[in-house]
């Protein structure tokens, strides 16, 4: 039974399945089947099933019970191939590769899902005919096809196999949930939010900070309105052009304080309340909707309840269960590493092969033991900060790291002249039409929005579009550690979840380069070695035989919040 099988949803419920040989056909009948949790779980032995979406048939595959070890996501896979086309943002469905492919009109993609907390998995995307499966194994085998004509065909095969193994796991971790507590979540909000008033109107302690900011002002202000407050200060003769915290912290004025403790405190009420808790925490699990390969690097996001950004006081209502733990690992300095491997860079890879402190070794090298400055030059290098003090640091990395600030320097240059950027295993920058504002800020670049008010907004040049050449060569600058960084950490995934195989451990959360494992206390030690050696196997699969580690820090915690 060893080998692929294609399974094709129909619409009469069932699905059609059929062996395939070598060159992506079948190479037995095609079979109807009624039952699709029974179709695959009567084929054990099975290597990788390749169907059109894992989004669309998993949830309701492990509903009943069946874990699938491998996939080849078609739909994902289209991604991909259409990024290294240079095509980025073309439909990217399997009826689409279809039309395509026979030379028909493109359908456009469906409207993407909205997330729904209280929405029961199902087979079926009832946005999405079915398709039948001899026309997915066309677009299979064309895939396959244009696989093989791309730079470097064994990486891009990889990278399939890697987004495809991250969509099953996704499925599996939206189906886990992080493990809550409700009551110890509501506690936490009256201790900070006080008691609630009936109306839905803003908590206690939100009001009583809204009346010591007005009172500072004199007169009625509505601390949660920027521009209130901005005309607020500009009549007390204070000149400030935002709410934003790292503008206040400048002000000298007795309605600073109150007013930053109620931002902080409106945004714990309005993105992790009470309304949040209700939708999202069920049955003793958070339950957000991960999405893999969300963006442009390949980062995961997740389609509600702010899974990604969660305060660190929140995080006390995510507790293991009795007799459980979370197993929390954050991958030390992960990008850097990265750019060590990828740049091949003597001096920087010998560095990143110990499981010390990278900065400092850095340091020590380039900066007279200044780690402090060894962290912005590097970080520096990877996001454009190459101007002031930022352009000496550079220039000192340079000199003795010149192969890795050569690496990002080529690749900053490629995308200011508008040419193709790849990770390593070959996920594709898309063009310059494609950078928007949104894949900028992803990489951590700043930029200027509508929003004067926007918490993630920072200072920039004015004037600054991301359309600009420079922006999109900043972005291609951080896009080739990024994205490899992304990918790395996908096969790091794709190891943890083959050794967690026959353990009662569960994967529950990821982010970037946190990962979190729900296990009964026994297997805490097993997990964390696991974690260890999926890393290190990663970076071999990954970037091939290099001196670089890839280590953890990892915590074992009841709670959490205790994790850091």
């Known amino acids: 039974m060893a ?26 009948p095609v079979r109807r089947e009624t039952d699709p949790a029974e179709a695959v779980r009567s084929r054990p032995g099975v290597a990788r099933w390749v169907w059109r979406s894992t989004a669309e048939v998993y949830p309701r595959l492990l509903a009943t019970g069946v874990r699938v070890e491998r996939a080849y996501d078609v739909e994902a896979a289209e991604t991909l191939l259409l990024g290294h086309e240079g095509r980025y943002g073309e439909p990217r469905s399997a009826a689409a590769a279809l039309a395509r492919l026979r030379g028909g009109p493109v359908p456009p993609d469906p409207p993407q899902r909205q997330a729904d907390p209280g929405a029961q998995s199902s087979l079926f995307d009832p946005q999405a005919a079915p398709l039948p499966l001899t026309d997915l194994l066309a677009v299979y085998a064309e895939q396959q ?16 196999t890697a987004e495809s193994a991250g969509m099953l796991i996704a499925a599996e971790m939206n189906r886990a949930g992080l493990p809550w507590r409700a009551d110890v979540h509501r506690a936490l909000l009256h201790d900070l939010l006080g008691e609630r008033y009936a109306g839905g109107g803003e908590p206690r302690r939100l009001a ?42 400048s002000v000298d004025h007795p309605a600073v304080k109150p007013l930053l403790e109620y931002k902080k405190l409106y945004r714990i009420w309005v993105a992790h309340g009470w309304s949040w808790l209700q939708d999202w925490v069920r049955d003793g699990r958070f339950r957000p909707e991960f999405l893999a390969g969300g963006t442009v690097t390949g980062r995961w996001v997740t389609h509600g309840g702010g899974a990604l950004q969660i305060p660190k006081v929140i995080r006390r209502a995510a507790v293991a269960d009795p007799g459980w733990r979370l197993v929390v690992a954050d991958a030390d300095q992960m990008e850097p590493r990265v750019l060590a491997a990828i740049s091949r860079d003597p001096a920087l890879m010998e560095v990143a092969g110990r499981e010390s402190d990278l900065y400092q070794a850095v340091s020590e090298r380039a900066f007279s033991g200044d780690r402090d400055r060894a962290k912005i030059a590097v970080l520096g290098a990877v996001y454009g900060q190459t101007s002031g003090d930022g352009l000496k640091n550079l220039a000192a990395l340079r000199r003795r790291f010149p192969r890795a600030v050569a690496y990002v320097d080529e690749a900053a240059r490629a995308g200011e002249e508008g040419r193709l950027v790849r990770t390593w295993l070959g996920r594709t920058c898309p063009p310059a039409a494609r950078t928007t504002d949104d894949a900028v800020e992803e990489a951590g670049i700043p930029v ?10 920072r200072p920039w040049t004015p004037g ?62 097993a997990v964390t070695a696991a974690i260890r050696e999926a890393a290190e196997q990663a970076g071999r699969i990954a970037f091939g035989e290099t001196p670089v580690r890839f280590p953890f820090t990892t915590a074992v915690v009841k709670c959490y919040a205790d994790a850091k």
């Not at 200027?448 to 907004?457: F, I």
């Open 145 to 160: 096809r244009r696989t093989d004509a791309t730079a470097h065909p064994d990486r891009m095969r990889l990278l399939v």
């Open 464 to 525: 600054y579009t991301s359309t600009d050449a420079r922006a999109r060569g900043r972005f291609a600058r951080n896009f080739v550690v990024q994205g490899s960084a992304a990918d790395w950490a996908l096969l790091l995934l794709a190891g943890l979840r083959q050794a967690l195989t026959g353990m009662a451990a569960e994967l529950v959360f990821f982010q970037h380069d946190e990962v979190i494992v729900h296990c009964p206390e026994e297997e805490t030690r």
């Open 3 to 28: 080998g692929r099988w294609a399974l094709a949803p129909a619409e009469d419920g069932g699905v059609d399945v059929a062996p395939l040989g070598p060159d992506g056909l079948p190479s037995g």
């Open 208 to 249: 009583e900070l809204a009346d010591e900011v007005s009172a500072a002002f004199g007169r009625r202000v509505r601390p949660d309105l920027p521009a209130d407050v901005v005309k607020a200060f500009a009549q007390a003769g204070v000149k400030v052009t935002s709410t934003r915290r790292w503008e206040l912290r």
């Open 448 to 457: 200027a929005r509508d929003d004067p008010d926007s918490e993630t907004a």
